[in-house]
């Protein structure tokens, strides 16, 4: 059983109900609300079918369905085939949801539950929502994890009586999913929404996430144990998995986005089949894991689309070769793309300057994974660069960009048919801003030519696909939706434009009628009336009708006497008839040449899905560079120079989060430091007091790494970077309850991931390894993990501790450097400075950072206390010997070196298997008196004969 959860909301405003649960033929009846109450859902197995969901449940909460009504009957033999969905079941204009459905709904997303009609005796719950309204409550059901099949009206009440059909006819046209959805109100803009499919052969995994909404499509064949760092690095919005792969323990944080699926049974065949291909060797190499994972992709897009499939690039194999690889520890220690506390305060809220959706899409894209290869990156930059320099240009672009539609999920809702007048719009304006921006790129006067990515860009940006069409077609102000109307532009199409008139201007040709009839007729005061019965009648006059009975003209005119009356006579003829026909009939006329002119729009720019697409992402790609040069330009930060060899060398570097914080809060100023752990140097081992900014430190230069190799500019003077094929960053600490996992079990984990995945060409960032344990424990930890990294994996690395110890391989170890956190002591505080210098710090500060964050002055003066007992008692102790590993120095002389203490060797003499009580209390006792003789020693032999036992 599963407790779906719910965030209470305010309640959703009530309208006139189009349906009756109870009984069907009521549509339109009033329901009397109630209140709500959280219900415990279900979730059923399903029937296996082909890439359909197979849910691990126990059962479904509805009755059985004998003795329901035709409506409620339909419901069942839907709900049946949908169980582990909310089913919303159409009833007129509403949507409505029964038994457990309604109840779970109403708990979610707080609307009021009802309870109308009975089934088997007991009344039936229901709740709805209006269909005009639909996506907004859709979207708070898919955010709380439902899956939500639509059941749609597929005839009207009119049809259904024609056919003699006790109701409605209704079928379910699509599932809706966090990873299938194309609506804007249930989409992030300025992130993709990613459907993940995984396949596992026993030998390695297949992946392959495809995004609905642009129709991006990607593959990876990977090992089992990069799963993990490929979720934290895609962010999928749902995942589909065979059984074998979903208890996987990197899929435990994504839990409630797994639906379980059976594979393909011939995976190649459905891939071709969709692509309507006979071999994927046009599209690239592909593992046999990953064409069974982008098989199983479309199976569920299929299935949730009730058989069709959207516009979807070919699926181009990733392989992740040419990307900077980083786990996900790692990108959740660099906040990349999600902050701890705010979306704002990760790199991507701090860096973004794009003015567009998809923009902003690719650059989040482009920081989740950078490169790892120079030539890409390098061309990145060029474009970069070329924007720094060129303002004007830069201005231009930024302002066609600003307010851009976002041509790649209008091109996606298109290719479903479930499209708005507003998509079409957005097609049209999209590429006219297009060609605006070629034009510009084309003509920049006084530039070096355009880099090759920009040239690209250009030339894609310059197609102009069905743009002309559309701007002639397109209405300048559009409705809502396309059954409202008004989609058309006058003159654009004859026949529709003479429908429009005859149903806008009926009064205007009832008028005209009325002329024609009473000249044909001779009867100045006739006049045309419309009856319920028999439509639009000539009125005339009791004498005028009767002499025109006597003398009918011919032709279309000729009367035809429909009714009498004690002063009149009612008349109609051949062309009033025609006319009532058609009056009676544009309407409907209308709408359906609207509707196929709108068709007739929508195969163009599907038929130019390619040009659209091409354009859409040319549209993305410019708005990052323009982007990256703007934050370039107003930062001050400069282009990285990258090299093939080990080196790491910037100076006057920031943190661009923090640095943009404290710009938010109108704080101080960020103080910029150097960094250099190039060849000679490449090991840092940073020391100094808590608050003093070594973390800050660690992830700084981390995240210039990120920021170079994803193509960008960094924040600094000057950067010569050695391009990083891993980068790991360990900083901060968590544990994992929900995985038993205790907070130093989680950074050992993490600690072993580094040293067993890290090379020469990688860049490792270490916040006080060993913290979580017992002191000499940790301190040996860090001590070995420290010689591992400058001994064995000889990559670039900065390693922060608290253990002051350490600094004494700074003799042993040739390529580790000292540096420590700088502060300023001050009238009994201390000051921090938050620069990087050379050297080891004195000690920790932590009673002062206590004190700062309001430990009460008791706790922190009894601290202080111990604290000089300890150092007062630590003074008699050895330090580190520079010539033995730690904790195998030499024992400090005892007093008699050739003697063994006294205590000791009675103690080992004893056995208490032989002792009696009496002998074994004189025991204790002598062994008391021995042990305060050997504490008379001192505390620092005694301390000395315990460490060396």
């Given at each position: ?234 962010e999928p919005a749902e995942i589909v998995a065979p059984e074998a792969l979903a208890d996987d323990a990197a899929l435990a944080p994504f ?35 990953e064409i069974a994972a982008a098989a199983m992709a479309l199976d569920y897009v299929r299935l949730t689309q009730a058989g069709v499939l ?640």
């Amino acid at each position: 059983m599963t407790l779906y959860p719910w965030v209470m909301e305010p309640p959703a405003p009530d309208g006139p109900r189009a349906a009756d649960a109870g009984n069907p033929s009521a549509e339109g009846a009033p329901v009397r609300r109630a209140g709500r109450k959280p219900v415990v859902r279900a979730e059923p197995e399903d029937v296996p079918v082909e890439g359909a969901p197979v849910p691990r449940a126990e059962g479904v909460p509805v009755p059985r369905a004998e003795g329901a009504t035709p409506a409620m009957a339909q419901w069942f033999a839907i709900k049946a085939e949908h169980p582990d969905a909310l089913l919303f079941f159409r009833m007129g204009d509403f949507f409505e949801m029964f038994f457990g459905d309604a109840e779970a709904a109403a708990a979610a997303i707080d609307i009021a539950l009802t309870y109308r009609g009975e089934h088997r005796g007991q009344p039936i719950p229901m709740c709805g929502v209006p269909a005009h309204a639909h996506e907004s409550y859709l979207a708070r059901l898919i955010r709380r994890g439902f899956r939500v099949a639509i059941c749609e009206q597929m005839e009207s009440l009119e049809e259904s009586k024609a056919r003699r059909a006790p109701t409605i006819r209704r079928e379910v046209v699509r599932i809706v999913t966090p990873g299938t959805v194309t609506e804007e109100a249930l989409l992030e803009a300025g992130r993709p929404a990613w459907l993940l499919a995984l396949a596992d052969d026993g030998a390695s995994i297949g992946a392959a996430w495809l995004d609905v909404s642009t129709g991006a499509f990607q593959t990876e064949a990977l090992a089992r144990a990069g799963l993990a760092a490929l979720l934290a690095r895609i962010e999928p919005a749902e995942i589909v998995a065979p059984e074998a792969l979903a208890d996987d323990a990197a899929l435990a944080p994504f839990r409630t986005l797994v639906a379980i699926t059976l594979p393909s049974a011939d995976p190649v065949a459905r891939v071709a089949d969709a692509y309507a291909v006979v071999s994927l060797d046009g599209f690239g190499v592909f593992s046999a894991p990953e064409i069974a994972a982008a098989a199983m992709a479309l199976d569920y897009v299929r299935l949730t689309q009730a058989g069709v499939l959207p516009r979807l690039a070919p699926p181009a194999p990733q392989g992740g070769r040419g990307l900077l690889q980083m786990d996900a520890a790692t990108r959740r220690s660099l906040e990349i793309l999600r902050g701890e506390r705010s979306a704002r305060d990760s790199l991507l809220g701090a860096i973004d300057r794009t003015v567009t959706a998809a923009g902003a899409r690719e650059l989040a894209t482009r920081l989740s994974a950078p490169l790892a290869e120079a030539g890409p990156i390098v061309a990145r930059q060029d474009c970069v660069a070329f924007l720094h320099a060129a303002g004007e240009l830069r201005a231009g672009l930024r302002a066609a960009l600003k307010g851009a539609p976002d041509m790649a999920r209008a091109l996606g809702r298109l290719s479903l048919d479930r499209f708005a007048p507003r998509d079409l719009a957005a097609i049209r304006d999209g590429l006219d801003r297009a060609g605006r921006m070629a034009e510009s790129l084309r003509n920049a006067v006084g530039m070096p030519p355009l880099p090759p990515l920009l040239r690209a860009a250009a030339a894609s940006l310059a197609e102009p696909g069905p743009q002309p069409e559309l701007a002639r077609a397109l209405a300048e102000a559009l409705p809502a939706r396309l059954e409202d109307g008004g989609l058309v532009a006058p003159g654009y199409d004859g026949e529709f434009d003479a429908l429009r008139r005859l149903r806008d201007d009926a009064r205007g040709a009832i008028a005209a009628m009325q002329m024609e009839l009473a000249r044909a007729w001779g009867i100045a005061s006739l006049k045309i009336r419309h009856h319920q019965q028999f439509g639009y009648l000539a009125e005339a006059p009791l004498a005028a009708g009767e002499a025109l009975l006597r003398q009918a003209p011919g032709g279309v005119h000729v009367a035809i006497h429909r009714q009498t009356m004690a002063n009149a006579m009612r008349f109609t003829c051949a062309a009033l008839a025609d006319l009532d026909r058609k009056l009676s009939e544009a309407g409907e006329r209308a709408k359906q040449r609207e509707r196929a002119i709108v068709q007739h729009l929508r195969r163009l720019c599907l038929d130019a899905g390619p040009v659209i697409a091409a354009a859409a992402d040319a549209m993305a790609e410019c708005d990052v560079y323009a982007a990256a040069a703007e934050i370039a330009v107003a930062g001050g930060w400069c282009r990285p120079e990258l090299t093939a060899r080990a080196e790491f060398a910037v100076t006057a570097a920031r943190h661009p989060v923090v640095e943009a914080a404290l710009a938010r809060a109108r704080g101080p100023a960020f103080v910029p430091n150097d960094g250099d752990l190039s060849s000679g140097r490449r090991l840092c081992l940073l020391t100094g007091p808590n608050m003093a900014g070594k973390s800050t430190y660690l992830r700084q230069n981390a995240l210039l790494v990120v920021l170079a190799q994803a193509g960008f500019f960094v924040p600094a003077a000057s950067a010569t970077l050695g391009i990083v094929d891993r980068l790991f960053s360990r900083v901060g600490a968590s544990d994992d309850l929900a995985g038993g996992r205790s907070t130093f079990m989680v950074e050992m984990s993490e600690t072993a991931a580094i040293l067993n995945q890290a090379t020469e060409r990688s860049l490792v960032v270490l916040d006080e390894v060993g913290r979580g344990t017992a002191t000499w424990d940790g301190l040996a930890i860090a001590w070995s993990v420290l010689e591992a990294l400058h001994d064995r994996i000889r990559c670039r690395a900065i390693f922060a501790t608290h253990f002051h110890e350490l600094t004494a391989l700074a003799g042993k170890l040739p390529e580790l450097r000292l540096a420590t956190m700088q502060v300023r002591e001050w009238r009994g505080s201390v000051v921090f400075q938050h620069s990087v210098g050379p050297g080891a710090a004195e000690k920790s500060w932590g009673l002062h950072v206590a004190r700062l964050a309001g430990v009460p002055r008791g706790v922190v003066a009894r601290a202080e206390a111990v604290l000089r007992a300890l150092e007062q008692r630590a003074r008699g102790l050895d330090p580190l010997s520079d010539e033995l590993p730690l904790f195998a120095r030499a024992a400090a002389p005892l007093p008699s070196e050739a003697a063994e203490p006294p205590a000791l060797a009675a103690l080992r003499a004893l056995d208490p298997d032989t002792l009696s009580p009496r002998e074994a209390q004189e025991a204790l006792y002598r062994l008391k008196s021995l042990a305060e003789s050997t504490s008379a020693l001192g505390p620092a032999v005694a301390d000395t004969i315990v460490s060396r036992e």
